[in-house]
Every structure is written in structure tokens, then in C-alpha cells.
């Protein structure tokens, strides 16, 4: 089971630390991504980390601004947006693949978190 959470309400150009925290699976041995859904639209890649932390990748849209990364002692994973955007108001989901690939379509990933919402106000 995985569990996200730290979404809220935010200013333009503010900052929240999501996280994923699981349950039942160990995660050092998964591949971890972050999707978002905006209302109205599909879901989108955001960012995915390998079970060692190697490779990452980021959809172009939070290049620069947004940062995943795991704690396997913690079982947990998480994502540090910065610099927030209107445009990144979504419902964002944690995911998990067990294995050595890292995949960046949703269609990649068999265990998914229940999500959690992120508002950012202009």
C-alpha cells in the first residue's frame, strides 16, 4: 500500500514536500514515480527514481523546479516542489514497479497511492 501526502493550498511560488510512505512492499527493491491529474485532463508523468536513487527523471514542466527522492530506511518517497506554478494544481499520485526500470508511463507501474491534492493560487 503506498500513502501520499503534504498537499495543501499554495501560493504562487511557494514550495510543498509530498511524500509517499509504504506499507507491505519494501521499497529499496522498487522503482518509484510521481503522476499528477489535472481536472479535465489526463494523467501525466512527473517524475520517476530508481530503487537506488539512480536514474531519475522529470517531465520538462518541472525540470529544474521539482526533485524526487527516497529514503529506503524510511520506506518512503518523496517530491519537493519548488517555485509552484497555477498550472501544477493536480491530484498527485505515488506509484511502484518492482525491478530495475524506471518507467515514465503510468502504464509502467502496478501498485498506485490513493493521491493527494496540491492548489497552487495565483
Known amino acids: 500500500q503506498l500513502v501520499e501526502s503534504g498537499g495543501g493550498l499554495v501560493q504562487t511560488g511557494g514550495s510543498l514536500r509530498l511524500s509517499c510512505a509504504a506499507s507491505g512492499l519494501t521499497l529499496s527493491r522498487y522503482a518509484m514515480g510521481w503522476f499528477r491529474q489535472a481536472p479535465g485532463k489526463e494523467r501525466a508523468f512527473v517524475a520517476a527514481?530508481?530503487?537506488?536513487?539512480?536514474?531519475?527523471y522529470y517531465a520538462d514542466s518541472v525540470k529544474g523546479r521539482f526533485t524526487i527522492s527516497r529514503d529506503n530506511a524510511k520506506n518512503t518517497v518523496y517530491l519537493q516542489m519548488n517555485t509552484l506554478k497555477p498550472e501544477d494544481t493536480a491530484d498527485y499520485y505515488c506509484a511502484a514497479r518492482r525491478g530495475f526500470d524506471v518507467p515514465v508511463a503510468d502504464g509502467g507501474y502496478d501498485t498506485w497511492g490513493q493521491g493527494t491534492q496540491v492548489t497552487v493560487s495565483s
Open positions: 527514481i530508481g530503487w537506488s536513487g539512480r536514474p531519475s
